[in-house]
């Protein structure tokens, strides 16, 4: 009805957008299936997975898309109509889109604790959340640069300005999906845990106590809030037979005790690292 590429690109985003927030529900739930025989350890990652397919619909179905048609009107100018028909869909838009994010900025706020925004968004494990946020970031940025572009081309009377704020959509999504894959992925490959559950178990040990030190230490990432840890520790040379096992169940039990997330815990004795 406008004529405007750049609403266009837009739609197409929302669209995906859409679609992508069925993917990651579908992600949460099968993620939430308790361990099985063919799953001993939980199918946690399975939110990973979908986090993943949502980056490449977003960088294909929302950036290239975008690029594409950006290009498209370019080569072949189309005249802007229906200005304030385009313009008030847009900031309505960008009312629900700017509405999402503060919600999710709020949320990452709450979780991110003593340490920086950024460094939140490289260290955590969310991936549903770091994507959610990602998307509605990039809607915000894109229907800004779609409502400018719809303004100079009212302004010039030259179409190429909405052709060049497509292109302009595109790239800001491509970017956003290229950073949010490579962030998904190394949580899919199988990445340690937050450094903090480290820390927390070795300050759990006392060198006079009956596990002495901790030789190793292992953690895997299985899945938002579920940690996979293996140590191996010294025990304290006083201990024999059965007061091994009772010192590393009380261990297992204070470390379970600080750190909930860890879902699975084994804890081997040995004499060297």
Do not use: D, M, Y
């Given at each position: 009805m406008t004529g405007s590429g750049a609403l266009l690109a837009e739609s197409i985003h929302s669209a995906a957008d859409c679609s992508n927030q069925v993917l990651l529900l579908i992600g949460t739930h099968e993620a939430a299936k308790p361990p099985s025989r063919q799953y001993p350890l939980g199918r946690g990652r399975e939110v990973y997975f979908w986090s993943f397919l949502v980056a490449l619909l977003l960088f294909s179905m929302g950036g290239m898309f975008s690029v594409y048609e950006g290009v498209h009107k370019l080569m072949s100018p189309e005249p802007v109509e229906r200005f304030f028909l385009g313009l008030g869909i847009l900031?309505?838009?960008?009312?629900?889109?700017?509405?999402?994010?503060?919600?999710?900025?709020?949320?990452?706020?709450?979780?991110?604790?003593?340490?920086?925004f950024f460094g939140y968004l490289r260290a955590t494990k969310d991936s549903d959340l770091i994507v959610v946020l990602g998307e509605n970031s990039a809607a915000v940025v894109g229907l800004s640069l779609a409502i400018a572009a719809l303004f100079m081309a009212r302004l010039t009377g030259d179409s190429r300005w909405d052709s060049a704020g497509s292109v302009a959509i595109g790239v800001v999504l491509i970017v956003v999906a290229?950073?949010?894959?490579?962030?998904?992925?190394?949580?899919?490959l199988g990445e340690r845990a937050d450094e903090e559950i480290d820390r927390a178990v070795r300050e759990l040990v006392q060198p006079d106590g009956p596990i002495s030190e901790i030789l190793s230490l292992l953690t895997l990432q299985q899945g938002p809030g579920e940690v996979l840890l293996a140590a191996k520790v010294r025990i304290a040379p006083s201990l024999q037979g059965d007061e091994v096992a009772h010192a590393i169940n009380a261990f297992e039990r204070r470390v379970?005790?600080?750190?909930?997330?860890?879902?699975?815990?084994?804890?081997?004795?040995d004499i060297e690292a």
């Open positions: 900031i309505f838009s960008f009312l629900l889109e700017g509405a999402a994010t503060v919600s999710n900025l709020r949320e990452v706020n709450r979780r991110r604790n003593n340490r920086t290229v950073f949010l894959a490579v962030e998904v992925k190394s949580l899919l379970r005790a600080r750190c909930p997330e860890v879902r699975w815990l084994f804890v081997e004795p």
